[in-house]
């Protein structure tokens, strides 16, 4: 009988710690909801998005995020364009080439490259590769979208490296030994044969990097110039979506229109990496069959 | 006339001898058997025919092995493969359709380019293999859904699309039903009108039934080689006789 009733609380504990997780995000949701519908029913959603001017304080305010919208696609895109290709092949070169010695030491120090905090990324790029931009490209200023760029795919490159590695190791050894016997050379064999195989495992891996980096906050705020212009190319100073938020929360007046246009912005946010997210998912529930 | 010719072979996993100076001879379009128990280095003589034993890193070797006079370890790896093709014990499809899994390696090769030719490889591979009146309307599904001897014939008409010189079948019908055994045995004995061909099996039955000579290998070392119908009647040594006839292994 005892040992009936300390069971059932067990499992009553353990369900409660699995459904705490959906509990928050659901809160999470429903707050931003709540905050961004008032707004949307005074601004209305097609200026808020479609707006190009972003005055909060101004009277009257402005305010459209098509520049954040623009900035983050912009400095996202381009941390892509880095991250995905070099993630991506080392990954192979760590699952297929490597010797035993260098793979284990390259593994670790990738893991360690996802640990380090993004104010210390974004604090190194502001002191050393900002200046650098600068007077490589010869602009006025070094903070642009392009070193934002940069210092993204150092952050997006830990996901994207040990989750392909994960899909790559995973293609059974048996479809190289298949390719090999019938006089592939070892470059064909990965290129045709493993690449392949581990494609669904290597989307999901981009995939979450991209949310790491649309996520990001700290180290596209130090290093992007935060400008809230439409940018005309990668050298100008952007401003995200996130930054904005982080920026300016300090700022409003709880329940003023400025506070909930940040919500807005927020929900937005939410959307899109929900959206990433999910793609993620049905890729990885691909590769896992 | 020889086909393969070994002299002196051993092979060595981590410094430990799996295969002690071997010397043994394969004709030209015969089937070769090669029956033995559980490490009697079998499966090393296989890999080694074709160097998949190189990748393993631990695996070294001595001696030497010709195939047509020209010593196989000064050869192009890749060449190497595609004179001399190899079965193995699980049938695995390449991760694409039927018809991509046989044009694969040909177009690898440059032995095809044009859409015409690759249709009469993967029909003339296919019938050679005896699957082509099973899969002919499906050649675009994926080579996953066939059934395992389907796969293992697929598997052969792979190999047979880059028309080898040699093929090694490692244990080729141990996931097999019977049925599909007889079918693979039968399409083996068809191919060595073209083909010379090595088996390696753990079914005594299998070797007596399709091979033209057996090798008996015990403990890395062969015990005997001889024709089968000879060997399987009266063999010379009393290991070779214990174990075809069931006595151990």
């Known amino acids: ?289 | 006339m020889d086909k393969i010719k070994v002299e002196n072979l051993s092979c060595f996993y981590g410094g430990q001898c799996v295969l002690e100076s071997l010397d043994i001879n394969v004709v030209k379009n015969e089937i070769l058997t090669i029956i033995g128990p559980a490490n009697s280095g079998k499966t090393t003589f296989l890999r080694t025919l074709n160097r998949m034993s190189d990748l393993n890193t631990s695996y070294s070797r001595k001696g030497t092995v010709y195939l047509d006079d020209e010593n196989i370890f000064n050869m192009n790896m890749e060449k190497l493969r595609k004179r001399v093709g190899m079965l193995f014990a699980m049938p695995i499809p390449l991760p694409m359709t039927i018809y991509e899994n046989i044009v694969y390696a040909p177009k690898r090769l440059g032995l095809v380019s044009k859409k015409n030719e690759m249709d009469a490889v993967v029909e003339q591979a296919l019938k050679d293999a005896s699957l082509w009146d099973e899969v002919k309307d499906r050649l675009n599904s994926s080579g996953m859904k066939l059934s395992g001897g389907q796969q293992q014939r697929l598997c052969i008409a792979r190999i047979l699309a880059i028309n080898p010189e040699v093929i090694l079948f490692d244990e080729p019908c141990s996931g097999l039903d019977p049925i599909s055994t007889a079918k693979v045995e039968e399409s083996m004995i068809e191919l060595k009108e073209k083909y010379t061909i090595v088996l390696v099996t753990n079914n005594v039955k299998q070797a007596s039934r399709v091979g033209d000579r057996t090798a008996f290998f015990l403990m890395g070392k062969l015990v005997e080689i001889d024709k089968t119908g000879t060997m399987f009647v009266s063999p010379k040594q009393k290991q070779t006789e214990d174990y075809i006839t069931g006595r151990f292994g």
């Open chain 1, 1 to 289: 009988m005892k040992r009936k009733i300390i069971d059932t609380i067990i499992e009553k504990i353990i369900f409660f710690c699995g459904i705490l997780a959906i509990v928050f995000v659901t809160l999470i949701f429903g707050f931003l909801l709540k905050e961004g519908f008032a707004f949307f029913k005074e601004y209305g959603v097609i200026s808020f998005i479609a707006g190009k001017l972003w005055y909060p304080t101004s009277d009257p305010a402005q305010f459209g995020i098509l520049s954040m919208i623009v900035g983050s696609l912009l400095v996202t895109a381009g941390a892509c364009v880095i991250a995905v290709p070099i993630g991506i092949m080392a990954a192979l070169y760590i699952s297929e080439i490597a010797p035993k010695g260098v793979r284990d030491v390259l593994k670790s120090f990738i893991e360690l490259m996802a640990a380090v905090p993004s104010v210390v990324i974004g604090f190194v790029g502001m002191v050393t590769l900002v200046p650098l931009v600068r007077t490589i490209f010869d602009l006025p200023t070094g903070l642009t979208a392009f070193s934002g760029s940069i210092m993204l795919a150092f952050m997006a490159m830990p996901t994207i490296v040990t989750i392909s590695e994960d899909a790559i190791r995973s293609v059974p050894w048996s479809y190289k030994e298949g390719a090999l016997a019938l006089g592939a050379t070892k470059w064909q064999t990965i290129r045709r044969i493993v690449l392949k195989a581990a494609m669904p495992g290597i989307i999901a891996a981009v995939m979450l990097g991209i949310g790491r980096v649309v996520g990001e906050t700290m180290a596209v705020m130090m290093i992007t110039g935060n400008a809230a212009h439409i940018p005309s190319s990668i050298f100008e100073p952007v401003r995200t979506m996130t930054a904005t938020i982080a920026a300016e929360m300090g700022e409003t007046v709880r329940g003023g229109m400025h506070y909930r246009a940040l919500f807005a912005i927020g929900l937005v946010l939410f959307i899109i990496t929900f959206i990433v997210n999910f793609i993620a998912d049905l890729f990885l529930g691909k590769s896992k069959k």
